[in-house]
């Protein structure tokens, strides 16, 4: 029996932001270093992932109420055009050399925004048009396409941007979102029914879909443990390169960037193809107490060879968990406030992982380094397993991070309402209006 069977408009769509996908890492990559080399400015350089972060965070509560109240093939198509046409924009402005940093930023910004609306209703779309027997597979497609993205884009912009110039990557990658947009002109989105009365107030709407999750203990146990996960990800994330640059050179650096990105990919794959563990629950909870000893084994040594398996098998358990994640909300929530709920994820995410970047550097530079210092205060104890001196602080960050990592998903378990989520929490109907409906009911 074919896996994929009936999933035509979602593959179209998938083949078309996978394409796209590629493209906004391919830009993100080349704006950044076209910023550093024209400034030489870690601060300007940073502004980017700033320019990026905050405007999604800050439109992503009222864009899940939109994507629920819109037609989501339609937002979609929107969105991609918007970023198409704002690349567009940056490669003339480029040609004609009146680029400056204020349009790199708002550029980034304005598909960022366009990005915080295209999300959860590509998320949401997913339910109305795959099976539930198909969700986690589905979104093992989904990490698959963003682990191309990921892997793809950078190593796409360092030949592209030394070939064709910065313009030609720009255009390549409007080029991608137009991709998306004809993959979508030919795909079918049915509208889901509202299960309840539309508000008159967009935040009081938007309120909703907080309440909703916040009123069943299992989903809002485990908005819980995705927060904290994106937060300990996020210091962890910041200090891989300081912790292998202490024992490696910047060539091995990028060789284990590059093996934590096949890492994800497989993971992507394997879930396309395994479709994930029968209870979903347990693809988010068991991979994110793998992880999290993963993640511990990173800083048990000064070791390139244990980074770099530690560091592949903790990419490798991402796409399992997010993929179960997505499939058992799609599975939970009514398709109505879906958009609602993934945006409060996206909300979590985008609030959580930056906190973790800002509390990196002093976590490490003033706690957890001197530690370890030579004469420092858990150098005579904790240093006599795992080393002293530079980078050995970075090696028990990584240690403390993977316990707890491993211990939000352990408390998650001993909860009922969260371990028990799939069979105490009815699955929510589908209902579709529209012509596409009767396409996808028979899919």
Not at 92 to 119: E, K, M, P, R
Request: aromatic letters at 8%; proline letters at 5%; glycine letters at 12%.
């Amino acid at each position: 029996m074919n896996r994929y069977a009936g999933l035509r408009d979602f593959l179209l769509i998938w083949v078309g932001q996978l394409v796209s996908g590629v493209g906004s890492r391919l830009t993100s990559f080349a704006l950044g270093i076209w910023v550093y080399q024209s400034t030489g400015s870690t601060t300007q350089f940073a502004l980017i992932f700033v320019a990026m972060a905050v405007p999604a965070l800050l439109i992503s509560p009222i864009a899940g109420a939109l994507v629920d109240r819109w037609d989501r093939r339609r937002t979609m198509i929107v969105c991609d055009a918007a970023s198409a046409l704002t690349m567009f924009a940056l490669a003339a402005l480029y040609a004609t050399d009146t680029l400056a940093l204020w349009h790199v930023y708002a550029g980034v910004g304005i598909s960022a925004i366009a990005n915080a609306f295209l999300q959860p209703a590509y998320a949401a779309s997913i339910p109305l048009l795959a099976s539930q027997e198909q969700l986690t597979r589905v979104n093992g497609l989904v990490q698959t396409g963003f682990a191309v993205a990921q892997v793809g884009g950078p190593l796409l912009a360092g030949v592209l941007v030394s070939t064709i110039s910065m313009q030609g990557v720009l255009i390549v990658d409007a080029l991608t979102f137009v991709v998306g947009v004809v993959a979508l002109l030919f795909a079918r989105v049915p509208r889901p029914q509202r299960s309840e009365p539309a508000e008159d107030s967009l935040w009081r709407e938007a309120a909703t879909g907080f309440r909703y999750v916040h009123e069943r203990p299992g989903l809002y146990g485990l908005l819980l443990v995705f927060g904290a996960t994106n937060f300990l990800f996020g210091i962890a994330s910041i200090a891989i390169t300081p912790l292998v640059l202490s024992f490696a050179d910047a060539g091995l650096l990028g060789v284990q960037m590059a093996v934590g990105g096949c890492g994800l990919l497989l993971g992507g794959l394997a879930m396309s193809t395994w479709g994930g563990p029968r209870r979903r629950v347990h693809g988010v909870l068991g991979f994110s107490l793998a992880a999290g000893v993963l993640l511990a084994v990173h800083g048990l040594a000064p070791s390139f060879a244990l980074v770099l398996v530690a560091g592949f098998g903790f990419f490798l358990t991402l796409p399992v968990l997010n993929a179960s994640n997505a499939a058992l909300w799609q599975s939970k929530v009514p398709a109505d406030l879906q958009g609602r709920c993934f945006a409060i994820q996206r909300v979590l995410s985008e609030a959580a992982m930056p906190l973790g970047y800002c509390l990196a550097g002093p976590l490490a530079e003033r706690v957890f380094e001197p530690l370890m210092a030579p004469g420092g205060a858990l150098a005579a104890s904790v240093g006599a397993w795992i080393g002293v001196g530079p980078g050995r602080g970075l090696g028990l960050m990584f240690i403390v991070l993977g316990v707890l990592m491993t211990a939000v998903a352990a408390s998650a378990y001993a909860v009922r309402a969260i371990r028990r989520v799939e069979d105490e929490l009815p699955d929510a109907p589908i209902l579709a209006t529209g012509p596409a409906a009767q396409v996808s009911a028979a899919a």
